[in-house]
């Protein structure tokens, strides 16, 4: 060989190994120009470019499975499928530690279903093994027992009886899990095909299904193969559905009363008799007394519980001692216990709240009613019995339940302190990534660097940051009640100085907010605690009622607010978060001036209108503020008040300087 052609054969396996080093290797500043701009096409829903962007990362950068995955999601929005399912399978087949890459595995299965059943097969097998949520692996079973069926109706074998019951296994537990789901309708089809003689359990099942997507005449011809034992819950509310109420409510009626099926769930059947509660002729406590008298067995601890909501007080007490005592461990037990240590309470019967007291705490120590039953523990150890530790169960309340509207209350009374509000400034302190910023090793940090918020939410399962990323996008709405949801399945919460709180008492519109309050002597606090509530930031927020804007106020009142302060505007104004808090505080002080300063008074009035807060002041006989707010006659507006004074209190945990 000669020279020339050994010299040009080295010169081609340099050049080579250049550009096979050039597509390994790639600088980090570099990779991620490329990825953001890739992003950038990708948002801007310049998706062939974005496609050709992503590629070009290099394919040692930490970037490169989440720059293939966005290929992936390029392609399918072009439409693709050939190059969305190659680029989840270059996924599986190079990044398989990648937390992706099962979720891709899932979806290039999809996409083989038909070209390559086998393979799907396979893929899908994989799935039901991985670390993947229950719904992706019962959808992966359904998929397996589609492409199984169609295999054997091809090959016109027959099925052996256990892999008969098997297939009905996974239409069942499909169904079970997700009856409105996106492939729910398509599973009832299959299951009705698969066996035209189901069981009466199972006919009810396909049939709620076909309830749920407003299939109504579908959902009655397969109840025709079911017992009415099985079926008359779903058979009265597919009624219900078709405005058929007579026969609707003549059904319920006949089941409560001669029908007891294990197979009904006790939301089916709670549903069906809130329907029933809603449409009767009989107004809604005769019927709710009516259905009580009928009952029998099965979930009748529901009625019993919706019977003592609306007997006379006299009767209240009566009535939650026979729930408590007939079903001591049933749904309504706890609530059957707090009603009967508030009604003690109400008629200064302390001895027995006290036991009361130390039942609820034994049987229930993770209840809910928790802060407010320590609470008012505290304040009979005070007031009635004169026992000092009093404090003791004020500060359990505080430590243990921090951000309770109770912890707020126990605080004030530990601290003397008199008015509901204190002349609290905030300091302003802005949502940000709610832990320690991610090392730089750290794929998240990868992730963060470039801004790729959805791949961020894909990669972690953790609700705060999920909530953080919806804040990012600014939809403060979505990110507050992700965060609320959260904070609320912690059973230990976090000090008040956690970034998470930020999250779920955000500052939103807190420059409108605090201008504001400070021009008509509002609490700056309790504004942003009547906006979060009224709105959860929604500037666009508008009710039923027609209540408009960030504070939800009817165009009425605010045109004649608007008036006394010479403010002239169209309606749609008050979408406008300036105007909307600017009237709201005018509102607020309008109120306060004439409720002697009271805020308590003055919340309620915000809810419940200023004549019913007159009348309660005249009327109830209360001994204090907490006294007062536990009687106010409207649980809607008693509920709005401990939720605006628990956020005020978390406002001023959070961000008091």
């Not at 106020?553 to 010479?566: C, D, F, I, R, Y």
């Amino acid at each position: 060989m000669s020279k020339e052609i050994i010299k040009l054969v080295t010169l081609l396996i340099l050049l080579g190994l250049g550009f096979g080093f050039a597509k390994l290797y790639q600088p980090a500043e570099k990779t991620i120009n490329i990825y953001k701009n890739a992003l950038t096409d990708y948002n801007k829903e310049n998706y062939s470019n974005s496609y050709y962007l992503f590629s070009k990362v290099g394919y040692l950068s930490p970037l490169k499975p989440f720059a293939v995955y966005n290929q992936a999601l390029s392609a399918r929005a072009l439409g693709d499928r050939q190059s969305e399912l190659d680029r989840y399978q270059l996924l599986v087949k190079f990044y398989p530690n990648n937390k992706l890459s099962q979720e891709a595995l899932y979806m290039a299965a999809r996409l083989l279903i038909e070209q390559n059943p086998k393979l799907a097969y396979k893929y899908f097998e994989k799935v039901t093994k991985s670390n993947l949520d229950n719904d992706y692996k019962i959808a992966a079973e359904y998929f397996k027992t589609k492409i199984l069926l169609s295999h054997l109706k091809n090959s016109k074998n027959s099925l052996s009886q256990d892999k008969f019951t098997n297939v009905e296994n996974v239409y069942r537990a499909y169904l079970e899990h997700a009856p409105s789901g996106r492939l729910a309708v398509s599973v009832a089809d299959d299951w009705v095909d698969f066996n035209s003689n189901l069981s009466s359990k199972d006919s009810v099942l396909v049939a709620k299904v076909y309830n749920l997507a407003g299939m109504y005449e579908k959902a009655d011809e397969i109840l025709l193969k079911s017992t009415m034992n099985d079926s008359w819950v779903i058979k009265s509310i597919n009624l219900y559905s078709k405005r058929d109420y007579s026969d609707a409510n003549s059904l319920v009626e006949d089941g409560v009363a001669n029908y007891s099926s294990s197979s009904i769930t006790r939301e089916d059947y709670k549903a069906a008799v809130d329907l029933y509660i809603d449409n009767s002729m009989l107004g809604k406590n005769a019927a709710i007394l009516k259905l009580n008298n009928l009952a029998n067995g099965l979930y009748k601890d529901y009625l019993l519980h919706k019977k003592c909501e609306i007997v006379e007080n006299k009767d209240k007490y009566s009535c939650y001692t026979s729930l408590y005592q007939i079903y001591p461990t049933g749904e309504f037990a706890q609530d059957a216990l707090y009603q009967m240590i508030n009604l003690s309470v109400r008629v200064n019967d302390f001895q027995n709240a006290r036991v009361l007291i130390q039942d609820f705490m034994h049987k229930f120590p993770k209840s809910k009613y928790c802060p407010q039953i320590v609470f008012w523990l505290a304040k009979m150890e005070q007031q009635v019995f004169h026992n000092a530790n009093f404090v003791k169960y004020y500060q359990d309340v505080v430590n243990n339940y921090p951000d309770s509207y109770y912890a707020y209350r126990s605080f004030w009374l530990l601290n003397k302190i008199n008015s509901a509000t204190i002349n609290a400034k905030l300091e302003y302190k802005p949502v940000i990534y709610p832990y320690k910023y991610p090392s730089k090793n750290d794929v998240l940090y990868i992730l963060l660097s470039v801004n790729d918020l959805d791949m961020v939410g894909r990669y972690t399962n953790d609700d705060f940051i999920k909530s953080w990323i919806e804040y990012e996008k600014g939809n403060y709405t979505k990110s507050m009640v992700i965060a609320r949801e959260a904070m609320d399945k912690l059973e230990e919460k976090p000090q008040k100085s956690d970034l998470r709180w930020r999250l779920v008492y955000p500052q939103n519109y807190y420059k409108q907010v605090k201008k504001y309050a400070n021009e008509y002597n509002n609490a700056e606090a309790l504004i942003m605690a009547i906006v979060r509530e009224e709105s959860s930031f929604n500037p666009r927020a508008q009710s039923p009622v027609g209540a408009m804007g960030l504070m939800q106020l009817m165009p009425s009142t605010a045109h004649e607010v608007g008036n006394q302060s010479g403010i002239d505007f169209n309606t749609n104004y008050l979408f406008n978060p300036e105007l909307n808090i600017r009237l709201g505080n005018i509102y607020y002080a309008t109120l306060r001036s004439m409720l002697d300063n009271k805020d308590v008074s003055s919340v309620a009035a915000y809810n419940g209108g200023i004549g019913s807060v007159i009348r309660w002041r005249a009327t109830l006989l209360y001994n204090d503020t907490d006294d007062f707010v536990e009687q106010i006659p409207y649980d809607e507006t008693k509920n709005y008040v401990k939720k605006v004074f628990r956020s005020y209190w978390n406002y001023i945990r959070i961000y008091q300087n």
